[in-house]
């Protein structure tokens, strides 16, 4: 009986070792271009100038090239979702991305589910966003707030109704965030394993019997 658990256990932890492409499996289908740039706090274009690797996240500089929405200056700091390594839109020094961030506590965030796409890939979607290109600002011209943690941006008297949407529930059910997904992910995962293994032994244990 010992080759059979043994042979699950490994199977299970080789599992349990690559929540990111787990998670990438329980990713809903992005929606509508509409529906993305309602979704997200902030959409830009920018280029990588440097990833700082973390446990659970990494901490990425970016040069805003455009702003479509929620973000006004032209340096920002971002944390993302380390496993994103698993994905091809991975932020890579030096290439360029359309970005979809989370506001969460004043901190951006490329989350696991965000439609963040590589700039060469997103010609339909740079069509639809260039009506609402916002002007930036170099972030030293901002000394009362850290560009790094910059908040989303609020509505004023300038802004057309397209530009300060509010997503439904519906769509805000649709991409949780990373934080949860990889938590509810793991739950699973153990939870499968645990009983896997229990079948595994109790079958084992009957045909000894």
């Known amino acids: 009986m010992r080759k059979p658990v043994w042979l699950t256990m490994v199977v299970l932890a080789y599992w349990l070792l690559l929540p990111g492409q787990a998670m990438a499996l329980s990713c809903v289908k992005p929606g509508p271009i509409e529906q993305r740039y309602e979704t997200y706090d ?7 100038l440097n990833v700082k690797a973390g446990q659970e996240e990494h901490t990425i500089q970016l040069e805003v ?10 340096r920002l700091t971002i944390l993302e979702d380390r496993y994103w390594e698993t994905d091809s839109r991975v932020s890579k020094e030096g290439e360029e991305y359309l970005y979809y961030f989370k506001n969460i506590d004043s901190q951006w965030e490329n989350q696991l589910c965000s439609p963040t796409v590589k700039l060469s ?16 600002q170099p972030a030293s011209e901002l000394p009362t707030a850290d560009a790094s943690h910059a908040p989303a941006a609020t509505d004023t008297t300038d802004d057309d109704a397209e530009s300060r949407p509010i997503a439904s529930d519906s769509e805000m059910g649709q991409l949780s965030d990373s934080g949860r997904s990889t938590s509810a992910g793991l739950m699973v995962g153990l939870i499968a394993a645990i009983v896997i293994i229990l079948i595994v032994v109790l079958l ?5 019997k």
């Open 42 to 48: 902030g959409v830009i274009v920018a280029k990588v």
């Open 65 to 74: 090239k455009q702003s479509f929405k929620g973000i006004e200056v032209d």
């Open 121 to 136: 890939l997103a010609d339909a979607e740079l069509d639809y966003l260039k009506d609402k290109e916002r002007q930036l």
């Open 204 to 208: 084992g244990m009957r045909r000894r």
